[in-house]
């Protein structure tokens, strides 16, 4: 008995040892907690969870080494002959079962409320791509692309990096900004491939899958920036497509939209007069290289090679050197190419952007067509398209 | 009579054999686990730190999706078919399976369809980028050229297993020895007679899913197309309707094995072999209503998350009776603990706590956190490493003496077993709390916030792969090498027609005239 009773203590000390200690680093070992009503009930059932699972763990293991320590041949020569009970067995079907129960019963309530996205004060669209969010604010004619900070270059990723950028893969060039306490609906939808769109503080997971729209909704009551990432495997540059949702109060809200429509009238204004001009080869091919190292160096890579046969090079190709080929080359940047992972950029680049990497395309690595686009060349384009 | 034993290559080519073939599947999963695990060596030391070092982001997806359909194609199936065709004509007292010809067919499909698989590496857009689950569209209009080899590796995969269920249903129902009731039947066998249904009714749904895919890439039909009217998402379901069913069919044979050990060690009858029937058979029929519980963020209508949800849920009652009669079995037990019972015993406890992990992932609500976080992965894993392969790691221990009529070195088996449950444990429990913090599966690259987690889990994946080195020298140094002869029961609890009736090692042909069943 005495033994036993040392073992009891010893397991006692040593379950609330590794208790207390997960306790003090609750921060980095568990799920964070969030910020939404959603997300901190989704926490709570959590943790409702893993006590249950814990409680039943120490019963069972305990149970386990208990009979491994008292029942092994030394200690117990000659073996019980028992090998069934009715009973019992009834109790271990019936307990989990009112357990399972118990645990369902706010999980259901959970659920309908978290898929409840009705009566929403706003309505964002939200479509992923290759490898990038877009953003479409129903109410305030707003859109914008959402690319990670970083262009997706394989130099750009080192462990350097991440040590000196807090948000090393976390940070995009332009956030989702959302108005605090307003129920946010999103529509979540994609171009090519299925994406999913996760923050984990506001517990909002939905997969966007292309040609149908899933609806989800939030509601955050702390202005805050909060991170996540796509979480369905969506190719190359899957872990490259943060989410970054910038939540500001009820008026810094009304201001950015206001900002982000003069900024929208100034940018047609200088999409309109940069088409208007003429453009010198050098200025192309300076705009062209930045744009293409932006938008297209994540598949044809750099140096135009390409990752054959799913990325086709562009150095060398017919398409890219040939002269009668250069309205199939603006087509195919303008429109994209349907079935493959070639998206359009006709409306995500402007006239200028679109003629200054088409020109660079045809003139870098080699090419050396001497051939110059103009931004009125697809201005011309698009007009007969 | 004397024993008609070929030898040289056409032995094994043309094998009918159950003991051959048993073998030559064992091998077989042996060297996919070992291709597999090189794989898995590629993916964590790509993840030791944050950054790209070693691999292409491509190559990496490459890798995590050869890694999982070597090892669930490839290793552990086979090593489950291995295991049944060495045991279950000798635990129920027949000469051999029941259809010997069908069975040297569906092993040496395997190697071809691997070999298909495997040269995807080597052609132009690398291999199989998409997952092992290969969704569309990712795996149909943007699927690198390799994925028609990879196609063609699956169906001929799905063949062999179906054939190999065939010969187990047909086997066990027809060549049973007089008085070897159903009842009576050993719980390996039970397990694998529920597992074959469960592939005949699942293969073909995958053969359907992979030819989708063809006509979907080739030949102008939109199954998971919504620009030609029809539904990625409807692959999901036809993926998970194979693939949930596909993780019994991967766990269930390693059931079987803990249940035949267990009470071999604890010299102490099974605690409650009839609702060990049920509860595996329950365990089967609710496999096939829970598939949607890997898809609640595709946008299912909230009653079908429900549902979903509930019968989930459901799958925890019968589970637990196995463990909890694993545990009454143990109770007031003699028992020692050689190699064969550590592994059964980590297989409990380790499955185990993948199974509540499994309660956690299957409650929706939360669901919405885990999913595709590294917490899946830490599930999978714990109900995969120390569930199904513990299981036939337990079991090649514990009839390798009546397959080889040696024994292997009992402390180099012991060193084996406290390395792999170190290992698997500084592997796969670090990444609960990876895919807590947020980190999603299948990225190459992360934050620094999860770099601490990640870098446990590497040094025990290399400990771990490192580790069945060691079991590969065991295995050639108890076959092969200089070894103890095994009595003809070595394990003073064991039971069963194989023990009992049978001497170590098992003759070429065994029962050529049915056993008397007590």
């Not at chain 2, 045991?87 to 010997?100: E, S, V, Y």
């Not at chain 2, 829970?290 to 609640?296: G, P």
């Not at chain 2, 771990?464 to 076959?479: D, E």
Request: net charge negative; charged share 15%.
């Amino acid at each position: 008995m005495a033994i036993r009773r040392k073992f009891f203590a010893g397991l006692t000390a040593l379950v609330s040892f590794v208790l207390s200690g997960a306790a003090q680093a609750t921060a980095e070992l568990n799920m964070r907690p969030g910020v939404t009503e959603t997300s901190l009930e989704a926490f709570e059932l959590h943790m409702a969870v893993i006590w249950v699972m814990t409680g039943i763990a120490v019963v069972v293991f305990g149970l386990m080494i208990y009979s491994m320590i008292f029942h092994r041949k030394s200690k117990n020569p000659t073996p019980a002959t028992w090998s069934h009970s009715t009973t019992v067995e009834f109790i271990w079907t019936i307990i989990p079962f009112i357990i399972l129960i118990a645990l369902t019963i706010p999980a259901v309530k959970l659920l309908i409320k978290m898929e409840d996205a009705s009566d929403p004060d706003m309505s964002v669209v939200v479509t992923g791509s290759q490898w990038k969010w877009h953003y479409k604010y129903m109410e305030h004619d707003i859109e914008f692309f959402s690319n990670l900070a970083t262009p997706q270059q394989r130099e750009n990723f080192s462990l350097e990096e991440a040590q000196n950028n807090p948000n090393y893969l976390l940070d995009v060039d332009n956030e989702l900004v959302l108005p605090a306490n307003k129920k946010v609906r999103f529509l979540m939808t994609a171009d090519d491939v299925i994406h999913s769109w996760w923050v984990p503080e506001l517990a909002v997971k939905k997969d966007a899958i292309p040609g149908f729209i899933n609806e989800t909704w939030t509601q955050v009551p702390t202005p805050g920036t909060y991170r996540g990432q796509c979480t369905e495997l969506c190719g190359k540059w899957h872990g490259f497509m943060p989410v970054v949702v910038k939540v500001v109060t009820e008026t810094e809200f009304d201001d950015w939209v206001a900002q982000k429509k003069e900024e929208k009238i100034a940018a047609e204004k200088a999409a309109a007069e940069a088409a208007a001009q003429s453009w010198e080869m050098d200025k192309l091919m300076e705009l062209g290289k930045t744009v293409y190292d932006a938008k297209c160096a994540a598949c044809h890579m750099q140096n135009g090679a390409g990752v054959p046969p799913t990325f086709p090079a562009l150095k060398g190709s017919a398409m890219a050197i040939e002269a009668d080929q250069i309205n199939a080359h603006i087509d195919i940047v303008v429109n994209g190419k349907a079935g493959t992972a070639m998206a359009a950029f006709g409306n995500q680049l402007t006239d200028a952007e679109i003629a200054a990497v088409v020109t660079y395309e045809r003139n870098a690595w080699g090419n050396d067509t001497g051939e110059k686009v103009q931004p009125a060349d697809i201005q011309a384009f698009k007009a007969g398209n | 009579m004397a024993d008609h034993h070929p030898t040289g290559l056409k032995r094994w080519l043309f094998t009918t054999n159950h003991k051959d073939i048993g073998s030559m599947y064992l091998w077989f999963s042996f060297v996919m686990f070992i291709i597999g695990g090189a794989m898995a060596m590629v993916i964590r030391a790509e993840l030791y730190q944050p950054g790209l070092q070693f691999v292409d982001p491509n190559f990496f997806n490459s890798m995590t999706t050869m890694h999982g359909l070597i090892m669930v194609f490839g290793a552990v199936m086979p090593s489950m078919v291995g295991l049944a065709n060495w045991l279950i004509p000798m635990q129920i007292g027949a000469p051999d399976m029941a259809l010997p010809r069908m069975n040297n067919w569906s092993f040496w499909i395997l190697p071809f369809a691997f070999t298909l698989l495997l040269s995807s590496l080597f052609m132009d857009g690398g291999a199989p980028n998409f997952g092992w689950t290969f969704y569309a569209p990712l795996s149909t209009t943007y699927g690198p050229p390799s994925t028609d080899f990879f196609i063609l590796g699956v169906h001929m995969m799905g063949i062999s297993s179906i054939m190999g269920a065939i010969n187990v249903i047909v086997t066990v129902f027809n060549m049973r020895a007089p008085g070897m009731t159903l009842m009576k039947m050993p719980l390996f066998v039970w397990t694998w007679v529920i597992t074959a249904f469960l592939l005949i009714m699942v293969m073909p749904v995958l053969a359907g899913a992979v030819t989708m895919m063809l006509t979907d890439r080739h030949f102008g039909t939109s199954f998971f197309d919504a620009a030609g009217g029809g539904d990625p998402v409807l692959f999901q379901h036809i993926f998970w309707f194979f693939g949930h069913p596909e993780v019994y069919i991967m766990i269930l044979p390693a059931f079987g094995v803990a249940s035949e050990i267990i009470p071999a060690f604890a010299r102490k009858k099974l605690f409650g072999y009839s609702s060990m029937v049920y509860a595996t058979a329950s365990i089967a029929l609710l496999s096939f209503v829970v598939w949607a519980h890997h898809m609640f963020t595709v946008g299912m209508p909230v009653a079908g998350e429900l549902f979903f949800m509930i019968a989930t849920m459901l799958i925890a009652v019968p589970t637990g009776v196995k463990v909890f009669n694993w545990v009454a079995t143990m109770w007031q037990g003699s028992m020692t603990f050689e190699t064969p019972m550590l592994f059964a015993i980590a297989f409990v406890i380790l499955f185990t706590i993948g199974g509540f992990s499994g309660v956690m992932l299957a409650m929706a609500p939360v669901d919405f956190q885990y999913h595709d976080t590294y917490f899946v992965v830490a599930h999978f894993h714990y109900v995969l490493f120390p569930g199904a392969i513990f299981g036939t790691t337990a079991a090649v221990y514990y009839w390798l003496p009546k397959w080889t009529g040696k024994m292997y070195n009992e402390k180099l088996g012991k060193l084996h077993f406290w390395l792999s449950m170190i290992f698997v444990n500084l592997t796969f429990f670090p990444m609960h709390f990876s895919g807590l913090a947020g980190m999603p599966r299948r990225i190459p690259d992360y934050n620094m916030m999860f770099a601490d987690f990640n870098q446990l889990a590497s040094i025990g994946a290399f400990g771990l792969g490192l580790t069945q080195i060691l079991f590969l020298a065991i295995l050639i140094k108890t076959i092969w090498g200089k070894a103890e002869k095994s009595s003809d029961k070595p394990w003073d609890g064991a039971t069963g027609l194989e023990w009992e009736q049978l001497p170590c090692p098992a003759p070429y042909h065994t029962f050529d005239t049915p056993p008397k069943v007590s």
